[in-house]
């Protein structure tokens, strides 16, 4: 099965994806994270993208259909995948659809106030890559990371500025790719507001149901 985890920055689409590959054994394939490790490796394609990521803007369409269609091109993501971050703009839909077309869209509903509570209090570990939150999710020692140690640090894209230029973006090109799964009959509504334990709990009955389904055939 081919799970596309959607919704806007903040909605929880990362933690609930990766919760998702544990359970059901499918590669969770991060946009973002792709992108980070090409910055880290100080590829030609990290170097092309560092600045666009740092001001909260979105990577070109080709560039982000490049990265991902390689990625649906190993192994690992022949019976399947769980995607995060991953279509944001109607063409990047159309190209996946060509790709390797998804089976069920997870929308995590949240609101603008909630994703600014969310984003502008997470820490990440630059070490082994670990995401905490100051409020929801705070490391035992302030600004160390739990699994390695290292210092916590604020990613350049979840300050004030660069979260409300991303919500933007969202609204003006992502938002519109609700009603393109809606029409393919793909998109699955989840409550994404409640605690965490909550929307896993709800995203896990309905992967558990559709999975059923289709194995029942």
């Given at each position: 099965m081919r799970f596309v985890f959607f919704g806007p920055p903040g909605a929880g689409k990362g933690t609930m994806a990766a919760r998702a590959s544990k359970e059901f054994g499918l590669p969770h394939i991060s946009s973002g994270e792709l992108f980070r490790q090409a910055i880290r490796d100080d590829s030609e394609l990290g170097r092309s993208v560092k600045d666009l990521i740092g001001r909260g803007a979105l990577v070109p369409d080709d560039l982000t259909i490049n990265l991902i269609h390689q990625r649906l091109s190993r192994p690992d993501a022949a019976s399947g995948w769980l995607l995060d971050g991953f279509p944001r703009t109607i063409p990047q839909a159309q190209a996946l659809?060509?790709?390797?077309?998804e089976d069920?869209?997870?929308?995590?509903e949240v609101a603008d106030s909630t994703v600014i509570a969310r984003l502008s209090g997470r820490r990440m570990c630059a070490a082994c890559g670990a995401s905490y939150h100051v409020q929801y999710q705070p490391p035992a020692n302030p600004g160390r990371c739990d699994a390695c140690g290292s210092a916590l640090y604020v990613r350049e894209d979840d300050n004030p500025a660069s979260i409300q230029k991303r919500l933007d973006y969202y609204r003006e090109q992502t938002a519109p790719l609700v009603e393109f799964y809606r029409s393919r009959g793909t998109l699955v509504p989840v409550d994404g507001e409640g605690p965490a334990e909550k929307v896993w709990d709800d995203?896990?009955?309905?992967m558990k149901n559709l999975l059923s389904s289709v194995q029942s055939r």
């Open positions: 659809s060509s790709i390797d077309p069920h869209v997870i929308d995590l995203i896990r009955t309905i």
